[in-house]
Structures are given as C-alpha cells and as structure tokens.
C-alpha cells in the first residue's frame, strides 16, 4: 500500500514500467523476425531444394531459440530490477516506520497487504505516506 501510494514508489514503478516496455519491444522485434523467417520457408517450402530449405529451417530454429533465450532472459532482467526497485524504495520505507514507531511506541507495525483483518481506524499507512513523501523532498 505505502509503496504503491508514495511518490517514490509511482516513480519507481514508472521506472520498471519502462524498463519492461523497452525489453517487450524487443522481443516483439525478434518475434516478428522469427514469424518472417517462419512465413518464408511455409512459402517457399515446395520451390526450395532440399539443401535451401534445410538451410531456412536451420535458419529459423536457430531464431526461434533466440527469440526464447531472449524472452526468458528479458522476464529475469525485469524481475531482478522490480527486486532492486522494490528493495531500495522498502529500506527508505523501514526508516520511516522506525521513527514513527518510536515516536507513537508502537511494538509492531503489520503490513496492511499481507494482514488478513486489522481494524482500519488503527491503519497508519495514509501517515507513513505521506512522511516517506515528505522525507523524499527534502
């Protein structure tokens, strides 16, 4: 909630949106050479030589393996910048939820996301917001 709600947290957000549109374009760059090559040799498949569609259909494999390392390296890319992102935003957050808890003597501060029931009138993340917005600006 505070991550999602803090200016930091949009900004990052926005960051690793980005991030993950700069890398699904290029997938969908190498997908489209992939489909290329794989309408090329459907289209050509009966005036190819056995040597030339051989040729096609190695050329293809060897995109399409490509084209899946590339994928599955870009979606681990992704994850780890949402982890780093995530990671440096969260340890901003504990300083504030440390000195709010010293401050109101608070023992324990429950994340409200993964809380199955809590009372909202004790929710403080409006309050943690706006703190971890406010010590952003400064």
């Known amino acids: ?3 999602n709600g803090s200016e930091p947290g949009k900004q990052a957000n926005a960051q690793l949106a980005a991030f ?15 489909e290329t090559l794989k309408n090329e040799l459907s289209s050509q498949a009966d005036t190819l ?10 050329a293809f494999n060897a995109a399409f393996r ?3 390392m590339l994928v599955a390296q870009s ?5 780890k910048k949402a982890a780093e992102l995530r990671a440096g ?26 809380t199955p029931y809590y009372d909202k009138n004790i929710d403080i993340s409006p309050k943690v917001i706006q703190r971890y917005n ?4 400064q």
């Open 66 to 68: 490509e084209y899946r």
């Open 75 to 79: 979606n681990l890319e992704v994850q």
């Open 20 to 34: 993950a549109s700069a890398k699904q374009t290029e997938a969908t760059e190498k997908g489209k050479n992939v």
């Open 1 to 3: 909630v505070v991550i």
């Open 89 to 114: 935003v969260m340890q901003d957050i504990k300083a504030v939820l440390a000195k709010i808890a010293q401050e109101d003597n608070y023992s324990l501060i429950a994340d409200a996301a993964t």
């Open 134 to 137: 406010e010590s952003k600006k």
């Open 49 to 58: 030589s056995p040597d030339e569609k051989k040729a096609k259909e190695d």
